[in-house]
């Protein structure tokens, strides 16, 4: 029975992790439709309305963010957009892996530096599937693409 429960208890781990990881670049879109949610409530949306209006602009935030990064074709501009999406990820990393390291951890310097540890690598996390998800821009016909022999 203890055999059984260990096995369990490291698939749960092992999928909540996954989760996270795999959730990691919408931290920020979730941010921007809680906040607009938030104040279109406060406003009198209503409770179909608010859903409507928070869903909406996540998905804006989303798919404006891939277009931009996608389309742009500066450096510094393409950092700047990845960073505004691997920050909510990084933020949101290192509360969850503190709260998740109350388990194993009993000093708090050991709890802070997994949390740390688990912020860097779910910002990176974030950081890498943007660009992932972000097609690059197509050639335009007036442009010359070099033989890459």
Not at 16 to 24: E, M, S
Not at 26 to 51: D, K, M, N
Not at 91 to 112: E, K, N
Request: charge should be positive; glycine fraction near 10%; aromatic fraction near 10%.
């Amino acid at each position: 029975m203890l055999a059984i429960g260990l096995v369990l208890n490291t698939l749960g781990i092992g999928l909540f992790c996954w989760a996270i990881f795999t959730l990691a670049v919408y931290a920020l879109p979730f941010f921007v439709a809680l906040s607009i949610g938030i104040t279109a409530y406060q406003r009198g949306a209503g409770l179909v309305g608010t859903p409507l209006i928070a869903t909406a602009g996540g998905t804006l935030t989303l798919v404006l963010g891939q277009v931009a990064f996608a389309a742009t074709r500066s450096s510094a501009l393409r950092i700047a957009i990845a960073t505004a999406f691997a920050v909510p990820a990084a933020v949101a990393g290192y509360h969850v892996v503190f709260a998740l390291s109350q388990i194993g951890a009993p000093s708090l310097a050991g709890r802070d530096v997994f949390a740390c540890l688990g912020a860097v690598c779910i910002g990176l996390t974030s950081w890498t599937r943007l660009m992932v998800l972000a097609k690059p821009r197509p050639f335009e016909p007036g442009e010359v693409v070099e033989n890459p022999s």
